[in-house]
Nanobody
Framework: VQLQASGGGLVQAGGSLRLSCAVS????????MGWFRQAPGKEREFVAA????????YYADSVKGRFTISRDNAKDTVYLQMSSLKVEDTAVYYC??????????????????????WGQGTQVTVSS
């Protein structure tokens, strides 16, 4: 299974970006998908996740109301729409896939160790 993240770039504070993550080599509709980010000198942190059936989305408190995760099973792609971007959103953003469909909690989906497959990351830089 391969994950290819794209859409990062340089944007001014208050602006928007949409990240994409295309999945190949597996059954996308059976995966729950997550986004994580890692800023320089910091640990990787959870951003958002969407369950395999699309019924539930989870968000870190720091992005609630500004970011939206969505998925298109016809395109095997998950998206992260980011709005009202802040300088502190600057990081490398990673998408990840989880094949275990038995969980339904933010505690589970916010833990990076529960994801089996990872993309290579895309840089998001927000300038002031």
């Amino acid at each position: 299974v391969q994950l290819q993240a794209s859409g990062g770039g340089l944007v001014q504070a208050g602006g928007s970006l949409r990240l994409s993550c295309a999945v190949s080599g597996g059954t996308f509709s059976s995966y729950s998908m997550g986004w994580f980010r890692q800023a320089p000198g910091k640990e990787r942190e959870f951003v958002a996740a969407r369950r395999w059936n699309g019924a539930t989305s989870y968000y870190a408190d720091s992005v609630k109301g500004r970011f939206t995760i969505s998925r298109d099973n016809a395109k095997d792609t998950v998206y992260l729409q980011m709005s009202s971007l802040k300088v502190e959103d600057t990081a490398v953003y990673y998408c990840a896939a989880d094949s275990d469909r038995g969980y339904n909690s933010v505690g589970y989906y916010s833990s990076a160790r529960n994801y089996l497959y990872w993309g290579q990351g895309t840089q998001v830089t927000v300038s002031s």
